[in-house]
Each structure stands twice: as structure tokens, then as C-alpha cells.
């Protein structure tokens, strides 16, 4: 299928900060896919929290496999809207790759201990980091030199970043719209972890299906259908054939008012769409309402779960230990980080250090420096 004349067209691309030769059968966005997936931090995702730990079930979805749904959906809506694939596939794979352990939690509390010298914690900006920093993998760049419209997209695919706080972002236009391809990933984010959270939460048995039905509108109207189609059918598959009902609802409706969108506005080239004065990707005001239904529902519903938030505040608590520990200690890290700390800032490599590990990494760290044994699977 040809591309919408305000695709990302890849022959458009600004290019690499350090120039490489083509390669003969990938295009440019292509090999930042790759590039993000054979990265040592994208591994790590696959043992960093999403909603659930181990301790309830290896099935639920952690921070990998969450991503891996957010990257299907990406595809299916930027195909649908003749946007770059590619570019929707690359960014949705490394949309998560700056989370550090326990997931929003633990994000929140390193942003806490980071303002106390002044700074931020922010896992879009941390991403950038670790693509143009951490991840050593080739001789003749550091990084791994992805093209710039993957590099803006970290930045900007979830918030505007001002120029007069973020100085150090400027090459990135930031008083500028990124392309749609950028532009979709929150909101197909927002679809999977939506869905997703949902699923697991009724799998743990900690949702219950008639608080569900009575306080998510959209998710009522779709059972009561499937209830009409399939009045003996098992409650399970109900309930995943309704979830299903409303992530398509949602994905269709995010593909259908964003072509609404781009067409009022009169966008014809990626030009057009960087110079508009807000995002053209967005939900209709219907969806829009359904999905914050949802999350509410799962705020109030799940995530401020007893058992969740107990296990998570503990899993905190270790985080924040070992955060005061190194900045008292530094020699307890590992080397390169020590001679790292002579060089920058010492809570910032404290930061960097704590922010790569996995939860069970850091909690295992915690017990083995302090003696306190934290474990996701008591």
C-alpha cells in the first residue's frame, strides 16, 4: 500500500547522527527496529513489572510483552492509515525502553529522589540516554546511532518538552508537532495497557465483573451484546470477547478521527503536520470519554489494590535504600559506575545504575548490601 502524502517517507528522513551506508535490502527505519530490538536495556523489559510480579501468575504481561502488544496495535493503525509502518514499529519498540524497575512507581520515586539536586527523573529522556549513550554495541559510533525521526519520537511521542526548560533537547523542534507515526504511540499505548491491565486484573480475580460493567460504559454495551449472542457461553470468554470489543472500538475509532483530522486541517506533507497547533492523532470525544472511564475504573479498581500496593511499596522502599545507600557509598557499585561518578555527577550515575536494573535485580542487590530481604515471590 502506498504512503499518505503526510507519511514519514524514510527517503525524507534527516538521517543518522553519524553517517552509515545504506544497507541493500533494509530501509533506514528497518534497522533502528532491529537496532532496539537486539538491545541489551530492550531485553531487560522482559523482567521489569508492568501491573503484575510473578508472584500472581507467570502469565501476566510484564513490560516486554506489554510493549510487544503496543507495537501490533501501532502497526494496525498506521497501516490502516497509509502511514510508515516501520517508523510506527520502531517507535513503539523502544517506547518503554527507559522504565526503570516497579513501572510508573518506581519512575515516580526516582523523579523524587532527583529533585532533591535539582533534577528530573523522566523514563522518555532516560530512553535517549540509553540509545545514545549506554548501548555500546558498534566500533565506529557510540549508541546506536537511530535516525532522527526515531530520536524525536522518544521525546515527543507522549508531551511537548519546552526549549527555555529542556535547552539540551533544542535540535529535536521542539515548538513543532512530531510526525503522526510519533503522534499515535501514546494513544495506542494507552489502548494496550488499558485492555490489557484489564485482563489480567480479572484473570487475578481482583476485578469484579459487575463493578466493571456498572462503571465502564463502553465495556457494558459490548458484553450486553455478547450476553445477547452467547447467552450459555462461558463467563470467561465472554469477558474476553468483550475486551476485545472495546480495544477494536477504541483502535478504530483513533484510526477513523485521525483521518478526520488530517483532513480538516489540510495537512498534505509532514511539514504541514509538524506546523499545526496541536496533535492531529487523538480520539473522538465518544472514545475519549470510554478510555477515561477505564482508567479510572482500574485506579480505584486495581492499582490501588491492597495486594498491589503493598507489594509495590516494598519494592519502593528497596529502590529508594539502595538510591541513599550508593550516594553514601559509592564504591559499592560496580567499577565502571564509580569511575563514572568521577566524571559526572554522583547522583545522576546513581540514577542511571538504579534505573537499568530488572526488579529482581535491584531487590536481590537490596538484600545482598543490606541485609533486608524484599521478594516478589513471598
Do not use: W
Not at 59 to 78: D, G, K, M, P, S
Not at 250 to 269: F, P, Q, Y
Amino acid at each position: 500500500m502506498p504512503l499518505a502524502p503526510y507519511a514519514m517517507d524514510v527517503r525524507c528522513s534527516r538521517g543518522r547522527r553519524y553517517p552509515e551506508n545504506p544497507h541493500p535490502y533494509r530501509t533506514d527505519y528497518a534497522r533502528d527496529r532491529d537496532r532496539v530490538i537486539h538491545a541489551r536495556a530492550f531485553r531487560r523489559l522482559e523482567a521489569k513489572t508492568q501491573v503484575f510480579t510473578t508472584r500472581f501468575s507467570d502469565h501476566f504481561r510484564n513490560r516486554l510483552t506489554h510493549t510487544l502488544e503496543v507495537t501490533q496495535i501501532a502497526r494496525t493503525v498506521a497501516g490502516a492509515l497509509q502511514l510508515n509502518t516501520e517508523l510506527a514499529e520502531a517507535l513503539a519498540l523502544v517506547h518503554d525502553i527507559g522504565h526503570p524497575p516497579f513501572g510508573h512507581a518506581g519512575e515516580h520515586r526516582l523523579d523524587e529522589r532527583m529533585r532533591e539536586f535539582g533534577e528530573r527523573f523522566d523514563h522518555n529522556l532516560h530512553a535517549l540516554r540509553i540509545v545514545e549513550q549506554f548501548e555500546q554495541r558498534y566500533l565506529d559510533f557510540p549508541g546506536l546511532n537511530l535516525t532522527f525521526e526515531v530520536r524525536e519520537g522518544i521525546v515527543k511521542h507522549s508531551r511537548d518538552y519546552s526549549a527555555a526548560e529542556f535547552p539540551a533537547l533544542t535540535e529535536y523542534s521542539l515548538d513543532e508537532r512530531p510526525p503522526l507515526e510519533a503522534q499515535l504511540i501514546d494513544l495506542v499505548d494507552e489502548i494496550a495497557y488499558d485492555t490489557a491491565d484489564l485482563d489480567d486484573g480479572f484473570e487475578a480475580h481482583l476485578l469484579r465483573l459487575e463493578e466493571l460493567r456498572a462503571e465502564v460504559p463502553a465495556f457494558d454495551s459490548a458484553y450486553g451484546d455478547v450476553e445477547h449472542q452467547h447467552p450459555n457461553g462461558r463467563r470467561q470468554l465472554k469477558f474476553n470477547e468483550a475486551l476485545k470489543r472495546v480495544l477494536d472500538y477504541l483502535a478504530t475509532d483513533l484510526i477513523e478521527t485521525t483521518r478526520s483530522e488530517v483532513a480538516a486541517s489540510g495537512a498534505r506533507t509532514v511539514e504541514d503536520v509538524r506546523k499545526q497547533p496541536r496533535r492531529l492523532a487523538r480520539f473522538s470525544t465518544g472514545a475519549a470519554k470510554a478510555a477515561t472511564s477505564l482508567k479510572h475504573f482500574l485506579n480505584a479498581r486495581l492499582y490501588l489494590n491492597a495486594a498491589i500496593a503493598e507489594e509495590r511499596d516494598r519494592s519502593v522502599a528497596a529502590l529508594d535504600a539502595l538510591f541513599t545507600l550508593f550516594l553514601r557509598y559509592p564504591e559499592r557499585m560496580p567499577p565502571n559506575y564509580v569511575e563514572q561518578a568521577k566524571r559526572e555527577p554522583l547522583h545522576r550515575v546513581v540514577c542511571d545504575y538504579l534505573a537499568g536494573m530488572t526488579d529482581q535485580f535491584l531487590l536481590r542487590q537490596h538484600t545482598a548490601l543490606l541485609g533486608a530481604a524484599v521478594s516478589l515471590k513471598n
